[in-house]
């Protein structure tokens, strides 16, 4: 018998989740219910009473995990390793897990004495649950990628989406900011979504890693130019903050703030679009007021 694919949408991504499975055509789809303890711990249980329906079934689980009003990080990485283990437990055939924005991806490497690379220690507890194919969607440094035993492990590119957005914005003379020159490759290959030859250019940031303080320098030539200041992730605003000021005052037209994972911490909003930025634009992988572009195509075109 030909078993059903079953969707776990997780709370952190319930409307990709559920967009998702619409364009795979999953008609069994299962959510889940959260509570937290007294004691502080998290507790998931998937909303069902006959757990046979997962055993032997591929199942896919989307759960993003950054942080929002109704759980922060921490919490939707356990809810994930509690979605994983119970259909592991009920017997589920293949375990595809969907991680559209992973935490602690920027703890990649060492800044001071002292730290750990904990976004190597998250991706390798998700790995030893032995499941067996991994999506995640522009990881902040996909190195930490490797090494995993995992079978498959995919980092899906958001760039057409998000360009396809602001070509539909009626954006004109485009050239693609990167905030850092460390993005620049990445910003490259943003640009060529755009067209041939569209302009790359870049400014020099330094972030202080004692405060967290950034500093930023570049003089571009930005008259007239409708600029796409593009980044992997918005947290507090504070980069993408500088480079929007600074594109203004080197002559640039409408500025859009561009991330695939626009989090938008504390003063992230007022700190973006008052240094004079038009529209903020994110994807779903986060769900807020600026996930304008669904990666829901994108991820399901993979899973296929
Ligand atoms: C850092 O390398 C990232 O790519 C982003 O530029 C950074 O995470 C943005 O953080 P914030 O919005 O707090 O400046």
Not at 14 to 28: D, M, P, R, T, Y
Not at 100 to 129: S, W
Not at 133 to 145: F, M, N, Q, R
Not at 210 to 216: H, R, V
Request: proline share 2%.
């Amino acid at each position: 018998m030909l078993m059903e694919k079953i969707m776990v949408v997780g709370p952190a991504s319930q409307i990709l989740g559920v967009k998702i499975a619409k364009e795979l055509g999953i008609n069994h789809i299962l959510s889940t219910q959260t509570k937290i303890f007294a004691d502080g711990e998290n507790y998931l249980r998937l909303d069902l009473e006959d757990e046979t329906v997962v055993q032997g079934s591929e199942t896919i689980i989307v759960q993003s995990t950054g942080p929002s009003a109704s759980g922060n990080q921490n919490a939707r990485l356990f809810e994930l390793l509690m979605m994983i283990s119970a259909v592991k437990r009920m017997g589920a055939s293949k375990i595809i897990v969907v991680i559209p924005y992973l935490a602690y991806a920027r703890q990649d490497k060492i800044f001071r004495p002292g730290e750990c690379e904990f976004a190597n220690i998250v991706l390798k507890t998700i790995d030893l649950m032995e499941i067996n194919e991994l999506y995640v969607v522009d990881v902040h440094a996909p190195d930490v990628l490797k090494e995993l035993i995992t079978n498959k492990v995919v980092n899906i590119d958001s760039m057409k989406v998000l360009a396809d957005y602001i070509k539909g914005l009626g954006a004109k003379d485009i050239v693609v900011v990167s905030p850092d020159k460390g993005a620049v490759e990445r910003s490259k290959a943003f640009a060529k979504h755009f067209g041939d030859g569209i302009p790359v250019e870049y400014f020099e940031k330094k972030r202080d890693v004692k405060t967290g303080e950034i500093e930023m320098q570049g003089k571009l030539t930005l008259e007239g130019k409708d600029v796409v200041i593009s980044d992997d992730i918005i947290a507090t605003g504070g980069t993408m903050a500088k480079a929007i000021e600074i594109s203004k005052k080197s002559g640039a037209n409408r500025v859009f703030a561009v991330a695939t994972h626009a989090l938008l911490l504390e003063q992230a909003k007022f700190r973006i679009l008052s240094a004079g930025a038009d529209e903020i634009i994110g994807t779903d992988s986060i769900d807020n007021e600026v996930s304008k572009v669904s990666l829901a195509k994108a991820i399901a075109d993979y899973l296929k």
